[in-house]
């Protein structure tokens, strides 16, 4: 079984749209986190939600708006989307703990055209 | 910014060599971590080392750690071509955040 799963996979959108990208984590973990990777592969910390609780919001444009409906779920949506935004965004989880590491899902390529 | 930086950012070796990449820090961590990502996969985590540690192994894995120059390397030995992916680390800060350096991309020639 997937431990982290984000769909879709692939999202291509014209700008100004609306989207919305899913995470489920089945490692009961209490850490999600979004992360935004852009073409030079730099990966960038979006937001990190601790048990239904945003902990860590980045300079994020408020376009985009994390939900937690339980700490299994972190979905991402995006309104207006910009040109800027296409990019790989990847969806993690972590146990808090002192050898916390991350787990990533596989990723949602989104090209706005 | 808070993002590390790793070099070099592209490597290429040939099969049985080993791979040395290096990533240096910002601020005081709890422990580095190092991740592989293949081409359109998510970040996989490989091996982790704590603040009070300077040297880790795990298999053909080797780590080392120098808080005093907030610096860390990852060597591959005896390289397989399996093992073309791109590597990031990762400091976990005191303020249990997670930044990732700007990667390495390995390339093994079979």
């Known amino acids: 079984d997937t431990a982290v799963s984000q769909t879709p996979k692939y999202l291509v959108t014209q700008m100004g749209n609306d989207k919305s990208i899913k995470c489920e984590q089945n490692l009961g973990h209490d850490t999600m986190y979004w992360y935004k990777q852009d073409s030079k592969k730099f990966l960038k910390i979006m937001f990190s939600?601790?048990?239904?609780?945003?902990?860590i919001n980045e300079t994020v444009p408020n376009r985009f708006s994390p939900k937690s409906p339980d700490k299994a779920h972190l979905n991402l949506h995006i309104n207006s989307l910009e040109l800027g935004d296409s990019a790989v965004y990847f969806c993690a989880s972590s146990q808090v703990g002192s050898d916390e590491k991350l787990f990533f899902g596989s990723g949602t390529q989104l090209s706005v055209l | 910014s808070q993002q590390g930086e790793e070099d070099p950012q592209a490597l290429s070796i040939q099969e049985g060599e080993n791979a040395t990449m290096n990533c240096s820090y910002k601020t005081s961590i709890n422990n580095l971590q190092w991740y592989r990502q293949n081409s359109g996969r998510g970040l996989v985590h490989l091996i982790l080392?704590?603040?009070?540690?300077r040297e880790k192994h795990s298999g053909r894995l080797r780590v080392t750690l120098d808080t005093s120059k907030k610096s860390s390397s990852l060597l591959i030995t005896a390289s397989r071509a399996a093992d073309t992916a791109s590597y990031f680390c990762a400091s976990k800060t005191t303020g249990n955040q997670f930044y990732f350096g700007t990667g390495t991309s390995l390339t093994v020639i079979p």
């Open positions: 080392i704590r603040s009070n540690e």
């Open positions: 939600y601790n048990n239904k609780e945003l902990i």
